[in-house]
């Protein structure tokens, strides 16, 4: 944990009141939260079907164990998806198929469709196994936050720290997901605490643990590389902080006094720690280079991984020449860097290639409970309140003992701000936990009266009531601010909202609300599977073609139950938002074009190219109608709302007709 300010002759910190709460007391409070909040999290998750990147996760990491092979799913972090398999390693689930196209090519979304619903496992178990690991990443995050609070602050406001992030909903969300959002957020906490107690006194034991910690970071996103400014920043502070800094290392126990010796000793002690955490990542890696199989490497080619390179591409070609780190590891940077270059961002209806500055700071105000968007002036007036005088010695003391959460947030926001993607709130988790602990001082507002007592109180009741009210629709959390979780689709989509989580609801819906077997239509966007649901729709264009959307392509649309994952009622990975003139007219003349279809099918003269469109004519027809369509459903409110990621629309003829054959809607 970070360390106390190490110079007696440091500004006073802000001032906590005497000590009310007895440790074991306060060990009891904070162990009841924890067992709370995973409860909360871990049962909500059973009334979700696997979201989209899940099954990859899960089945990546599984192999990683079983057998030894890194190749699968190489771009979204190799610790959590280790983490998750672990309690398959105990119940022992049926591996996929060695000698399947699908693992010879490393195709890490079949492949995990494959493992939980066609190799005779237990969908729902296996994903409770591998959720329930998760969470436990996600509590100890939360002891994180709840000890660095603590440190800065006292008992009591640590608790409030420990409550707002225990109980946010994107905490819930994310934190019991088998993805890897949770263990980066969970290891930039915990690689940050350790470096700045390695700032402010080098000894062998905080050399390791900063190696481990940063190890860990590396092996569990892609995004780790945020943390070196951050550090180069800290070093900096941490130079021209009046303190000496103690080294304790066998054979040397010396103070060093001045800023350039400090910064000297620093990056000294930077190298063993590097080569710590690059040691980390060749171990997770069995210490081999060649992990990518020929065939792998064939078929998604290092030519187009590093093709058009940038620095970030350049910097990886390096490392690949020289074998610096393992192959699989480099590739799926690579991958991760070309995948994200063209970002696909959806916001209050509307689609853009390019991104928006704005994007991220606009997912965060409309995504946190107001409860805890009020919490943040309410602490930053207990801090300046609290400070002792001469004010400027008291900020630049407090200043310096939140420079790690302060530059974290700050490099971290920017970061996000100049990405110009738009992937939602779970890229801003990392954020979350100091956030938290910098809400401490909420508990600590230096006023008399019974308002400012109750105010934090108050503010953490509104977030807890708002917290049980969503359950279990977590990702669902949206703000006052833009009308609530039910009008969530029409400002941001996909994993902000959506992310194939709702089947079992859907199939309550359905079981309960067609008992006449009305013709029911799925556009569904994830990879779990509907049928192992109970749920037998006609396909709709959805994310992932299956066999039943092919197969309904030739079937013209009958009125019906239509429903609809709110992704693709924006159709952002379609033909977009904006039904368009142009996309009109195409949809008129590929009608009228398939109406001549039967008679170019059966002209021997059609050949070649010219056959192969007529042949394709039910499926690229279908592509426009579907995006006339939810052009047409968008205008409406829908019936009914399953976990707000999947909208029920009623369509009957007279509406249908309108939407296919009407005015355009537009």
Sequence with gaps: MPPATPSASAAPALAAPPRAISGRLLAIFAAILLIAAYALGITASLDHSVTFDEPSHLVGGYIHWRLGDYFIHTENGYLPQAVAALPLLISRPHLPDTTSEDFITGNHFRLGHEFLYYDGNNFRSLALQGRAAIGLLTMLTGLLVFLWARRLFGPAPALLSLFVFLFSPIVLAHGFLITSDMAVTCFFLLALAAAWALMHRVTLARIVLTGLALGGLALSKMSSPIIVPVLLLLVIARAFHRAPLPISLPGMHRDVRRAWSKTAALLLAAVP?????IACIWAAFGFTYANLPTVITAAFSWKWALHDPNIILQIIAFARDLDLFPEAY????????????????????????????????????????????????????????????????????????????????????????????????????????MLCILLAPAALLPFRSAFAKLLPVALCAWLLAECLYLRPNFLASFNEFVGGPSQGYRHLVDSSLDWGQDLPG????????????????????????????????????????????????????????????????????????????????????????????????????????????????????????????????????????????INIYLVPPKTLAAALNGPPPY
């Design 330 to 433: 480099l590739y799926g940077y690579a991958q991760v860097v070309q995948t994200t270059r063209i970002p696909i961002c959806f916001a209050n209806g509307v689609e853009t290639r390019t991104g928006w500055w704005w994007f991220y700071p606009f997912v965060f105000l409309i995504t946190t409970p107001i409860a805890v968007l009020l919490l943040i002036p309410v602490s930053l007036l207990a801090t300046i309140r609290g400070w002792a005088r001469p004010l400027l010695p008291a900020a630049t003391a407090n200043l310096y003992r939140a420079a790690p959460l302060l530059l974290f947030i700050l490099v971290y926001a920017v970061a996000a701000i100049v990405s110009y993607r738009g992937t939602g709130p779970r890229h801003l988790l990392p954020l979350y936990p």
């Design 506 to 645: 859907l199939a309550r819906f359905l079981n309960t609300n067609n008992a006449a077997h009305v013709p029911t239509y799925l556009a569904y966007f994830g990879t779990a599977e509907p049928d192992a649901y109970g749920i037998h729709a006609a396909a709709l264009p959805s994310f992932l073609t299956r066999e039943a959307e092919t197969a309904s392509e030739a079937k013209p649309l009958l009125p019906g139950i239509y429903c609809l994952s709110v992704t693709m009622l924006q159709d952002i990975y379609g033909l977009g938002p904006d039904y368009s003139p142009a996309i009109e007219d195409k949809y008129q003349r590929m009608r009228r074009a398939l109406a001549q279809r039967d008679r170019l099918l059966a002209d021997p003269a059609i050949t070649g190219e010219a056959r192969q469109l007529a042949l394709d004519l039910p499926h690229n027809f279908r592509q426009l109608e579907f995006a006339r369509l939810t052009a047409a459903l968008r205008r409406q409110s829908p019936f009914a709302q399953i976990g707000y990621s």
């Design 273 to 277: 720690v590097s080569a710590l955490a």
